[in-house]
C-alpha cells in the first residue's frame, strides 16, 4: 500500500513538474502572438496610408535634412519631441507631412507619432 501511495505521489509530482514546463512555454508563444500582432497591425496601417513612416526614416530625415537646413519637427502626444533623436524608437510609426516652396524644392518635413495603443 506504501508503494502505491508513493507511486501515486510521483506520478503527481512529475505531471506537475512537465506541466509547470509547459505552461511556461505556453506564456513565451503568447507574447511571441502578441508582438507578431502588433506587428501585423503597424505593417497594415503603413500599407493603408503611405504617409505614415516608420521612427528610423524619421531619423533619417533628420540627419540628411538637417545637414541641408531643412527643418524637421518631429511630435508625439501632441508635443514636440525636443533635439534628442536618440528617444525615438526605430519601429515607432509616425504620420509624415512634407513641406515644399513655391520652387517646388522640399522646404521641410513634420512627424506626428501615431498613437499605437488604441
Do not use: C, R
Given at each position: 500500500?506504501?508503494?502505491?501511495?508513493?507511486?501515486?505521489?510521483?506520478?503527481?509530482?512529475?505531471?506537475?513538474?512537465?506541466?509547470?514546463?509547459?505552461?511556461?512555454?505556453?506564456?513565451?508563444?503568447?507574447?511571441?502572438?502578441?508582438?507578431?500582432?502588433?506587428?501585423?497591425?503597424?505593417?497594415?496601417?503603413?500599407?493603408?496610408?503611405?504617409?505614415?513612416?516608420?521612427?528610423?526614416?524619421?531619423?533619417?530625415?533628420?540627419?540628411?535634412?538637417?545637414?541641408?537646413?531643412?527643418?524637421?519637427?518631429?511630435?508625439?502626444?501632441?508635443?514636440?519631441?525636443?533635439?534628442?533623436?536618440?528617444?525615438?524608437?526605430?519601429?515607432?510609426?509616425?504620420?509624415?507631412?512634407?513641406?515644399?516652396?513655391?520652387?517646388?524644392e522640399l522646404s521641410?518635413?513634420?512627424?506626428?507619432?501615431?498613437?499605437?495603443?488604441?
Amino acid at each position: 500500500m506504501d508503494k502505491a501511495i508513493a507511486t501515486i505521489v510521483g506520478i503527481v509530482l512529475v505531471l506537475g513538474l512537465i506541466g509547470y514546463a509547459i505552461l511556461g512555454q505556453v506564456a513565451g508563444a503568447k507574447e511571441i502572438g502578441d508582438q507578431a500582432a502588433m506587428e501585423q497591425h503597424k505593417i497594415k496601417l503603413m500599407l493603408n496610408d503611405p504617409s505614415i513612416v516608420t521612427g528610423n526614416t524619421l531619423k533619417w530625415y533628420v540627419q540628411s535634412l538637417g545637414a541641408s537646413n531643412i527643418k524637421v519637427d518631429y511630435f508625439g502626444d501632441g508635443k514636440e519631441l525636443g533635439e534628442d533623436i536618440t528617444a525615438v524608437k526605430g519601429d515607432a510609426l509616425f504620420t509624415m507631412v512634407k513641406k515644399y516652396n513655391a520652387n517646388g524644392e522640399l522646404s521641410g518635413a513634420d512627424f506626428t507619432q501615431v498613437n499605437l495603443g488604441d
